[in-house]
T-cell receptor
Framework: EAAVTQSPRNKVAVTGGKVTLSCNQT?????MYWYRQDTGHGLRLIHY???????EKGDIPDGYKASRPSQENFSLILELATPSQTSVYFC?????????????FGSGTRLTVL | QQKVQQSPESLTVSEGAMASLNCTFS??????FRWYRQHSGKGLEVLVS????GEKEEGRFTAHLNRASLHVSLHIREPQPSDSAVYLC??????????FGSGTKVIVLP
């Protein structure tokens, strides 16, 4: 069974603090993604990666950095957290395109920035 | 930027009645569309992936794609209370990243 594990499950941070969200996949997928989910917006793509060492900007990258040190791990970094970044964050892995079927999602990290 | 408009925002149906959800997208450049389900507090579960015009069935879930009208729909046959969830359509774009609709909250009454 393909697996994507996110940590932590919940995080409370203070404005201006640094936050790192971690994601690990055991699927050997090349592509990994970070999304945030907010009421009324669905899921929006923040950053993605094609493989170890690569990071690309998604639709809403401002205020976020990403790091892909290995095939398995993809981190999302908030250098200076703001209350507007309070959200639920989802990591996903997959090798989509053509008839490839599935993007596997983690169970989410709920971040609250006070 | 690609946009996906999803409707209705919420839908209440009785157990056993057909449920129909809709998405329209801003352009016809994508080839791949997917429907996901998200139970409260959980991650996303893929239901149907559709890559060509027409119909694709996965169990009680059927997706219809019409690229000419920029429209993809999902029909849930004989919905059950356990199908109560938020349903999200998604369009695959550059680098296989998905652009999601804002979701339809489906409530199935017993």
């Amino acid at each position: 069974e393909a697996a994507v594990t996110q940590s932590p499950r919940n995080k409370v941070a203070v404005t201006g603090g640094k936050v790192t969200l971690s994601c690990n996949q055991t699927n050997n997928h090349n592509n990994m993604y970070w999304y945030r989910q907010d009421t009324g917006h669905g899921l929006r793509l923040i950053h993605y990666s094609y493989g170890a060492g690569s990071t690309e900007k998604g639709d809403i990258p401002d205020g976020y950095k990403a790091s892909r040190p290995s095939q398995e791990n993809f981190s999302l970094i908030l250098e200076l957290a703001t209350p507007s970044q309070t959200s639920v964050y989802f990591c996903a892995s997959g090798d989509l395109g053509g008839s490839a079927e599935t993007l596997y999602f983690g169970s989410g990290t709920r971040l609250t920035v006070l | 930027q690609q946009k996906v408009q999803q409707s209705p925002e919420s839908l209440t149906v009785s157990e056993g009645a057909m449920a129909s959800l809709n998405c329209t997208f801003s352009d016809g450049t994508s080839d791949n569309f997917r429907w996901y389900r998200q139970h409260s507090g959980k991650g996303l579960e893929v239901l149907v992936s559709i890559f060509s015009d027409g119909e694709k069935e996965e169990g009680r879930f059927t997706a219809h794609l019409n690229r000419a009208s920029l429209h993809v729909s999902l029909h849930i046959r004989e919905p059950q209370p356990s199908d109560s969830a938020v349903y999200l359509c998604a369009m695959e774009g550059f680098a296989s990243a998905l652009t999601f609709g804002s979701g339809t909250k489906v409530i199935v009454l017993p």
